[in-house]
């Protein structure tokens, strides 16, 4: 009868899958808003514009508000060198591509068993939510924040997990130049080698990191910070706000629940159950997000609390659940063996789609209310 359920939950997941990329590629349309004016159509002006290869090499690499996007303009130049056109549609396919291919590392991290898929199948529903709308629809945003997810993951596996030497070094530099929070990768992976005593990959990862901040922090304006005592009340009251903004956009107090209760969760995986020694990769990349959280809280200060709703933030909190899933998920449903109880796995499985189907009819509905519908 656990064969059923598994052949079921994948053909869940099929759906669920193909329904959730026809829906969000309606919006998939050739034309730019926002910043995608300058960070594509005003970046190729002057690019071209420009003579020398030195100072092409610098316009690619210089800096855009507050971080850099090298690995955006690279994909844009590919395409535009190949094509002769600029596609923001396809740029939007492209960002999402990244985000649906870093479940292939959470898969690989989780060491889920495709013959019991079911406990995969809450990571997709998570992962593929429509309280980030906004993201998708911004080709700049597409190809930045969704990379910025696939790098991040990629890269904490195959240094910590798989501890290989060089890949993770390339996955390294994209995920620094996709997006600002990519520079946490190379401080939070030299803490994990350093955990691992693997000293000889350690000293490369150093030397790498050291090259790769002389060229992000090269000719850096940095943004304005508040860093004085008084930001403290401030934090306590928005971070758990950001880190539970998987609930979508409405209820900041519903948010607010959701931040506390994963701050709670993280609290106790941390310090009660000790998983920074048996999954120090997952322990990582959720050390990650929470880092992206602080700076986030810090540098938006002044923007109100009507950032704290953004889909370029909500991106970062569905993360940490999936994370806190996957945790869950090896710390107490693998080892206990519970696929032996068909009963369990049922009830297991029933609770999984219908909270998630719940979830995203919620997202959804606020997502046409908010994005297709604003007047």
Not at 29 to 56: R, V
Not at 151 to 165: Q, V
Not at 183 to 200: D, N, R, S, T
Request: charged share 15%.
């Amino acid at each position: 009868m656990t064969r059923v359920l598994n052949i079921f939950s994948v053909f869940v997941f099929m759906i669920f899958l193909v329904a959730y990329c026809y829906d969000v590629s309606l919006n998939f349309q050739n034309f730019p808003i926002a910043d995608d004016y300058e960070a594509f159509f005003d970046f190729n002006n002057e690019f071209f514009a420009l003579q020398g290869f030195w100072e092409k090499v610098d316009l690619v690499f210089s800096q855009h508000n507050e971080h850099r996007i090298t690995t955006l303009r690279i994909i844009n130049l590919t395409y535009l060198y190949f094509s002769g056109k600029v596609d923001l549609a396809l740029f939007r396919v492209i960002g999402l591509l990244f985000y649906i291919s870093s479940m292939t590392f959470l898969y690989l991290e989780g060491e889920f068993n495709f013959k019991r898929f079911y406990f995969f199948l809450p990571i997709p529903i998570l992962m593929l939510s429509f309280a980030y709308a906004e993201i998708y629809y911004l080709a700049m945003e597409s190809l930045s924040h969704f990379p910025m997810i696939f790098f991040t993951i990629a890269t904490i596996y195959t240094a910590i997990s798989r501890k290989f030497t060089f890949l993770p070094l390339i996955f390294l530099f994209f995920g620094v130049f996709s997006n600002g929070n990519g520079i946490l990768l190379m401080p939070i992976v030299l803490v994990g080698l350093a955990l691992q005593k693997e000293f000889k990959r350690l000293l490369i990862w150093s030397i790498f990191s050291i090259l790769i901040s002389f060229i992000y922090f090269y000719d850096y304006e940095s943004g304005k910070s508040v860093l004085s005592l008084d930001i403290i009340p401030y934090l306590l009251k928005v971070y758990p706000v950001y880190v539970g903004g998987i609930g979508g956009f409405g209820s900041l107090k519903l948010n607010l629940v959701l931040g506390v209760l994963a701050l709670t969760l993280i609290l106790f995986f941390v310090i009660f159950r000790k998983v920074h020694k048996k999954e120090l990769s997952l322990t990582l990349m959720l050390f990650f997000y929470l880092l992206t959280f602080l700076i986030i809280s810090i540098k938006r200060k002044e923007y109100g609390t009507e950032f704290l709703q953004r889909g370029a933030y909500l991106i970062n909190s569905v993360m940490i659940f999936t994370l806190l899933y996957l945790l869950f998920f090896k710390e107490f449903l693998r080892p206990r063996k519970v696929e032996n109880s068909f009963k369990k796995v049922s009830l297991f499985f029933a609770v999984i789609v219908l909270a998630g189907l719940a979830y995203q009819i919620k997202n959804y509905r606020t997502w046409i209310e908010t994005w297709l519908n604003p007047l």
